[in-house]
């Protein structure tokens, strides 16, 4: 990631910069085609031409000594101490200094070339000859030609006609963006009027809505952007101080070119208060919303690709097409023919339903950027087209490793040496057994519980060794470090490993694997010592699903008949006992858990069952945290939390560590306000206060699935994003808010996290297995961001997924009738949660209902206001009155949108009239 910032004044193009040994031949370029170069001017008549005379004469005064110039430019050698550069609105030339005692030997330029230059290029820039006099008698350097000359003619230009010139073909030369303009404002001698008022007027350039105006920097305050993609024109910012509410940007315009996730620098805006209040300032009912613009993007985070399809003009235009993205927080584009796939003019029927990736190359026009296609996708609807759109969306790389690092670990019949064997401890005669999710390839943790003769138990957790195996600094660590994360689709998983490697380090029973250990002493009543941690080898004895656990847990008669092989000489009750005292640990450390102030909100997650024939879906289902479940889970943060103490106790400046910021704060108080009406009291003081007063709505007493996917949903909005993070100079705090714990890191799943990997290199530092890492925090600090970043977009390649896959089951299976939720009510919607699914959809009131609607809001709160609807009478059907709240139970369809990535949400008609009218 980079972390020089951007401006929002232009895109990022190649060939812009102008190199040292380009410098000779660039001033002689600019000098010699000085005369082909015309003032761009909206009529070419004579009286213009008689007045850009004039204005050269009037600018003769700019010449400098054509001896100093010659010396200059000739006397320029590679290597000075300074460069100083000089953009203008035709050019960028480039003088070095060679010290600070040679002043008067820096370059000036030719008396007739400034001359015929300068009038060329600012003959619309207006300042009076008495100026120019006065000014050119002292100017002796270059430093002094700036300050006391061009400086006072941008300060009073129109920064408009500097922005537009660079566009003009006479005017490209080398430049083919107005990146020069960032330049200027960047040069010390050019910016030197925004940090001292007294120069020239402080308002420079305050006629571009793209720059960035310092002085209103304490206005301004840098964080990531949300757009929201159910109305785009409407998009947020993040206070630094989460107590506070989120910036509004209303309006493409003031979003000023950033997209999605980019760190922006917001500008606070005057609102002017006229006595209306719009629906988009989330009727916060007294507090006013606060609104601004973005000045700034401080770093780039959006790819600036997306999906879509091309579509000819409506005029037929040849030379660009129209690119229209199916993400509509995207801008469209205007495609150049040169990009155009083969006959796409004289045959674009044939690409009607074609998806393409593209890229923005630049944004000049608000409604339009300039784009360029990327590559074919393939066929929408087709389901391997959309799973590759949804991986170039969300820019994850899936690319398979070449034969180029087949070298770097061994094969699948690798037999651990005697001499590894000797170094680790030997676990090898525990009853060690895995957990996973059915059919589960990367294993990546067992676990193993004995007792002790004082009558304690040391249960031990037992995570793969990848990082014996992949070796630091080698192109293979290289690779998996960029990809730092598998991704989850439905119907496959793109491993962050080779598969090989995966299968070599999963800890499949009945063979001995290398495994990193923390073993902890705990009593019946959970106590836990200190943790033990060491190198092990290990052979697990079974590899369990979770139905398996569970039907234990359960005391299910029959689980030993479904049972799966057993190895290492070990039997059913073994395992059988094993199981029952880890559960037992195990729910008394969870219990103990949230009463010490922890949080879980669950969401609901899909899982399907695809047809082995075709791979369509057949069934679905939602996922259910059990036992056996939390089980796992319990030991798992057990070991995060007990791995992060020890590298950070080793380690303070190289800790690769997991920290979860507190949640908006601003956000908590207006949920907690508008549910307090409605009979339910949220504590939001901290996590543990969250959790204890949602339980009896969330909680496994509670019979309203709904009503507890629509807090859940609620509860979850204000939560902010967990990330990884290096100890050293890490300014905020480390705590886990959801954990509530001081201390956390991911040590246990090395298999498909590369952060992990990281982790268990600090510990085998710390064992002494290995030499201190030779890391700086800097490097430590990238890779975090990286993971940080690409485990966020496989979330989000994985949910998309999850929709594809629930939008083709829908179009099998269309209309598809259910129950839904209603999670908010609006004065043109309602927004809706699938129970059944966990889809949240969004329900539109337009000239299409069948009927009238009236929403009528409550000034005791916003989340009771009710939906009344009138539903006109038809053949055989009788006139229906229907109320709607938060909470509400309705009857829906679902059917496949136009689009293969919508899934449209209908009202069904109720049977009866609302009692409640």
């Known amino acids: 990631m980079s972390e020089t910032p951007t401006h929002t004044g232009n895109l990022q193009h190649s060939g812009n910069q102008i190199t040292d040994n ?45 001896d100093i110039c010659d010396q200059s430019l000739l006397s320029n050698p590679r290597g000075n101490d300074a460069a100083l550069s000089t953009p203008s609105t035709s050019s960028v030339m480039e003088v070095q200094e060679r010290n600070s005692g040679d002043a008067q030997k820096l370059a000036h330029l030719d008396q007739s070339n400034v001359m015929s230059n300068t009038s060329s290029n600012f003959n619309k820039l207006h300042i009076s000859s008495h100026q120019i006099a006065q000014h050119a008698q002292s100017t002796n350097s270059v430093h002094d030609f700036f300050m006391n000359q061009v400086i006072p003619l941008y300060g009073t230009a129109n920064t408009r006609y500097a ?52 002085e209103n920097a304490q206005n301004i305050s840098p964080n990531k952007k949300r757009i929201n993609p159910k109305q785009f024109q409407h998009a947020y910012v993040s206070s630094t101080d989460r107590s506070e509410q989120d910036v509004f940007i209303d309006g493409i315009k003031n979003r000023n070119r950033a997209l999605e996730g980019d760190i922006v620098i917001v500008q606070l805006l005057e609102e002017k208060d006229n006595g209306e209040k719009k629906e988009t300032e989330k009727d916060n009912d007294d507090v006013k919303q606060k609104k601004g613009k973005v000045v700034y993007i401080k770093e780039r985070i959006h790819t600036r690709t997306c999906i879509g399809s091309l579509k000819l003009m409506p005029d037929k235009n040849r030379q660009k097409a129209l690119f229209i993205p199916r993400d509509y927080r995207f801008p469209r584009l205007d495609i150049p023919c040169t990009f155009w796939p083969d006959n796409f003019y004289t045959d674009s029927d044939k690409y009607e339903n074609t998806l393409f990736s593209a890229k923005i190359l630049d944004w000049f026009d608000i409604r339009f950027a300039l784009g360029k296609i990327v590559c074919n996708i393939g066929e929408s609807g087709d389901m391997q087209s959309e799973t590759k759109a949804i991986l170039a969306q969300t820019d994850v790389d899936i690319t398979p490793f070449g034969p180029e690092v087949r070298h770097l670990f061994p094969h699948l019949d690798y037999v651990i040496p005697e001499e590894e064997i000797k170094l680790r401890e030997d676990c090898r005669k525990l009853c060690i057994f895995s957990i996973d999710p059915n059919n589960c390839r990367d294993i990546d943790d067992a676990v193993s519980c004995r007792k002790l003769e004082n009558g304690n138990f040391e249960v031990g957790v037992h995570i793969s060794d990848v990082s014996h195996f992949l070796t630091e600094n080698t192109m293979l660590d290289e690779k998996v470090a960029e990809k730092a994360t598998t991704i989850y689709m439905v119907e496959k998983a793109y491993h962050m490993l080779p598969d090989e490697l995966c299968m070599l380090c999963s800890l499949f029973p009945g063979v001995d694997k290398l495994a990193f250990s923390v073993f902890w002493e705990i009593s019946d009543d959970a106590e836990i010592s200190r943790p033990r941690f060491s190198k092990s080898v290990i052979h697990s004895c079974c590899q369990l699903a979770y139905e398996h656990a569970q039907a234990i847990l359960e005391g299910n008669i029959d689980t030993e008949l479904k049972f799966p092989e057993i190895y290492n000489g070990f039997k059913y009750s073994q395992i059988q006992e094993t199981i029952k005292n880890l559960g037992n640990i195990s729910s008394i450390l969870r219990r103990r858990r949230f009463e010490g102030g922890a949080l879980r909100i669950d969401q609901p997650k899909v899982s399907f069952t695809l047809s082995p024939s075709n791979g369509m879906p057949e069934s679905f289902c939602i996922y259910k945290s059990k036992e056996s479940h939390q089980l796992i889970e319990e030991f798992m943060l057990l070991a995060n939390m007990s791995v992060a103490t020890k590298i950070y106790e080793d380690y303070p400046k190289l800790a690769f560590l997991r920290c979860h910021p507190e949640p908006s704060g601003y956000m908590l108080k207006q949920l907690a306000k508008a549910l307090k009406p409605m009979g339910i009291d949220l504590e939001i003081t901290s996590a543990g206060d969250i959790y204890r007063s949602l339980q009896p709505y969330v909680g496994p007493t509670s019979n309203d699935r709904g009503k507890a996917m629509v807090l859940s949903m609620l509860c979850a909005k204000p939560m902010a994003r967990a990330k990884y993070f290096c100890a050293g100079g890490y300014v905020e705090d480390f705590h886990h808010y959801a954990l509530n714990v001081p201390l956390y890191t991911h040590f246990t799943s090395p298999i498909r996290r590369y952060a992990d990997i990281m982790v268990h290199r600090l510990l085998s530092a710390s064992l002494k297995y290995r030499d201190v890492p030779k890391w700086e925090v800097d490097y430590v600090r990238l890779v975090a961001a990286q993971c940080n970043r690409q485990k966020y977009n496989a979330k989000r390649a994985g949910e998309l997924s999850t929709e594809l896959y629930t939008l083709k089951y829908i179009e099998m299976h269309s209309p598809v009738s259910t129950e839904a939720v209603v999670v908010e009510v609006r004065e043109k919607y309602i927004d809706v949660i699938i129970v059944a699914m966990g889809l949240n959809r969004r329900i539109l009131f337009n000239n299409d209902f069948p009927g009238d609607y009236n929403c009528i809001k409550n000034d005791a709160g916003t989340k009771l206001s009710i939906m009344e609807l009138t539903w006109h009478a038809t053949q055989g059907l009788p006139e229906v009155k229907q109320s709607i709240s938060v909470f509400s139970t309705l009857k829906v369809e679902m059917h496949r949108g136009d689009d293969m990535v919508k899934i449209e949400v209908r009202l069904v008609r109720p049977d009866h009239v609302d009692p409640t009218l």
Do not use: C, W
């Open 22 to 66: 380009d410098l000779q031949d660039t001033v002689t370029k600019n000098i010699s085609s000085n005369e082909s170069l015309k003032p761009v001017t909206s009529k070419d008549s004579s009286p213009s031409k008689k007045k850009n005379a004039r204005k050269r004469a009037k600018l003769k005064s700019l010449q400098m000594p054509k």
């Open 163 to 214: 922005e537009n010139l660079a566009h003009h073909p006479q005017f490209q030369l080398n430049i083919h963006s107005p990146k020069y303009l960032q330049n200027l404002m960047q040069h010390p001698l050019l910016s030197h009027p925004l940090k001292s008022p007294s120069s020239v007027n402080r308002h420079m350039f305050s006629g571009s809505p793209h720059l960035f105006k310092r």
